[in-house]
């Protein structure tokens, strides 16, 4: 019912192979090693695993940041009462310049109020002064006048 498998034959393939050129070995100039002996003897520590193991070595003192200046602490005090300070010359910088502005407002409508009464005084005089200077013109007396049609009978 199902069919035989069969294997392909197996193909070969062509297969190059590289080998490694060796390099020559690298000379090197060895400085002489001069020992340097530490200033004192460090000292040796023991330290015994969990396990039962013993490790012993130098011990390697961990490096120490500079210290750090101190600075003078400020009370909270003193910072309060400077920003009060500061505080208190803003508002009376503000309120000498809003009575300055107040001041210079109140002069202001004060010429507007004097020019409106020139102009309104002089206007007033050019009125008066022209209708006394012409004598030649018509007068017309309003009580005894009649209206009719848009015209005045007397």
């Known amino acids: 019912m199902y069919p035989d498998h069969t294997h392909p034959a197996p193909v070969q393939r062509a297969v190059e192979v590289h080998q490694p050129t060796p390099l020559p070995p690298a000379v090197t100039v060895s400085a002489p090693v001069v020992p340097v002996q530490p200033g004192s003897v460090p000292a040796v520590a023991s330290v015994v695993l969990p396990d039962g193991r013993v490790v012993t070595g130098y011990a390697i003192e961990p490096a120490r940041p500079e210290p750090v200046a101190v600075k003078p602490a400020v009370s909270r005090t003193a910072v309060n009462v400077a920003l009060g300070g500061v505080g208190f010359l803003a508002v009376c910088g503000g309120l ?38 012409h004598q030649g013109g018509t007068t017309v007396n309003i009580r005894k006048a009649v209206i009719k049609r848009n015209h005045f009978h007397g």
């Not at 809003?98 to 409508?109: G, N």
């Open 96 to 133: 000498i310049l809003l009575t300055s502005f107040i001041a210079a407002l109140t002069a202001f409508i004060t010429q507007l109020i004097i020019l409106a009464a020139v102009i309104f005084g002089g206007w007033i005089a050019v009125q008066i002064f022209s209708a006394s200077g």
